[in-house]
């Protein structure tokens, strides 16, 4: 859609500035329009924002230059989503927003930024203005499914995708629709309590005791771990206890997996009701995930999220590592190719060495180095650069690289 732009269209500005522009101005704002218009079809939409906003300085009627120069924004703020730069996306496209108000692509760029940044009520306004526009796009009611998703309205992200899945060339939505289904056929019967951003929800078995207590260790969780990631986020955070049975059901995750974070913390209950040592350390260990899965834009290997909310839990329940220093000892280790995946994809066997693995090296990085690189090479891997490339900016002025981290890492645990 944005690889070129109707030669219509530059015939046309020609024309306008023809009738608008003085003989001494006219070659020279014509060449920046024209200039600009090749740099879209280059997809070059910075260097046409510049040429584009030098002809509206020149123009006698600036108004006219005003749809080419939302195009630009339009283009840059698409560059910086598909690159997760989505604080820079949404600054794009409210600029966009200035110059081509009536362009539902501005709109919807708005909306998946606003989204990303967890700013749902900014995202639900927008992508509902696209709607009113064009009410025939799938992709703004898969949109606004995920916004009701995430806030919390689960019988609406049903309606919503259902309405979507009708529409004609829709094919994609079938595992997500039954995913939901499934979570609404439990959640439909449980209660729900709210502290500071977290909203528990849970299935009243005279548990009132250690509800309160979850809703106080999450609260310590968001203030401990945010004070190591120097991150506090804004938004709501969904956290919903099951018995066993309902957990398996609505995951469909292995029986080995104490918990979940899909967006949502989900947590198998089961019968406990006084707070442990364990369980708080699962809680942080969740917890820790949602950050991680913030600042990493989902881009984190596996082993990096588990090994550091692993750090995290740690702190409260830290049981033996039992099979890493034999693992390293006979050449056993798992690769960290392996280990960027997830676990549950792996042999129940090696579960528990993936995340001693894991666990030992980030442990590892931290206790040398500190949380601050540890964050930059989070932020890094949410932008998509290479983990090598990341590790080396990272931790390059400590004078070691990702090979370097590795053979000193392997060598504290023989």
């Known amino acids: ?54 002809a ?13 120069i939302g195009l630009a924004y339009l283009g840059v703020g698409q560059e910086h989503l598909q690159a997760g730069r989505y604080i820079e996306a949404k600054m794009s496209f409210d600029e966009g927003l200035k110059f081509r108000e ?7 760029g708005l909306a998946i930024a606003s989204f990303h940044l967890g700013r749902l009520d900014d995202s639900e306004s927008a992508v509902l203005t696209a709607i009113a526009m064009d009410s025939s796009q799938i992709a703004f009611y898969e949109l606004l499914s995920k916004i009701h998703y995430a806030n919390g309205r689960l019988r609406k992200a049903i309606d919503t995708l259902e309405q979507a899945s009708a529409m004609p060339g829709s094919d994609k939505n ?46 310590d969780a968001y203030r401990w771990v945010g004070a190591e990631l120097d991150f506090f986020p804004e938004f709501k955070i969904p956290v919903l206890l099951y018995s066993r049975q309902d957990f398996n059901a609505v995951t469909l995750s292995p029986d080995w997996a104490g918990a979940v974070y899909d967006g949502k ?106 949380s601050y690189p540890f964050k930059e090479l989070l932020i890094l891997t949410s932008k998509n650069v290479p983990l090598k490339v990341a590790f080396e900016t990272s931790y390059g002025d400590y004078g070691v690289n990702w090979e370097t981290i590795e053979n000193e890492w ?5």
């Open 1 to 54: 859609m944005m690889n070129s732009f109707p030669h219509r269209a530059s015939i046309f500005f020609c024309l306008i500035l023809t009738c608008i522009l003085p003989a001494e101005s006219y070659c020279s704002v014509e060449k920046l329009v024209s200039d600009g218009i090749g740099h879209i079809q280059n997809r070059e939409y910075q260097k046409a924002l510049e040429d584009f906003h030098e």
């Open 56 to 68: 509206e300085s020149r123009a006698l009627r600036p108004a006219d230059i005003w749809p080419l």
């Open 102 to 108: 009536d362009d539902t692509r501005v709109w919807f």
């Open 174 to 219: 079938v595992q997500f629709l039954e995913k939901l289904q499934r979570e609404w056929e439990v959640e439909k019967k449980m209660a729900k309590e709210h502290q500071g951003l977290f909203e528990l929800s849970f299935v009243d078995e005279g548990q009132s005791e250690l509800i309160a207590d979850i809703l106080e260790v999450l609260n």
């Open 265 to 370: 913390i989900r947590i198998p209950l089961g019968g406990l009701s006084t707070m442990t040592p364990k369980l708080k350390a699962l809680l942080f260990h969740e917890y820790a995930h949602v950050l991680i899965d913030k600042l990493g834009n989902s881009q984190v290997p596996t082993w990096i999220n588990e090994g550091y909310a692993e750090v995290c839990g740690r702190q409260h329940f830290d049981p033996p590592v039992l099979q890493l220093k034999s693992a390293a000892q006979q050449n056993q280790l798992l690769s960290w190719t392996t280990l960027s995946e997830s676990f549950m994809s792996l042999p129940t066997a090696q579960v528990p060495l993936a995340y001693e693995q894991s666990y030992s090296m980030v442990l590892f990085l931290i206790e040398n180095f500190g």
């Open 410 to 414: 392997r060598n504290s645990i023989h």
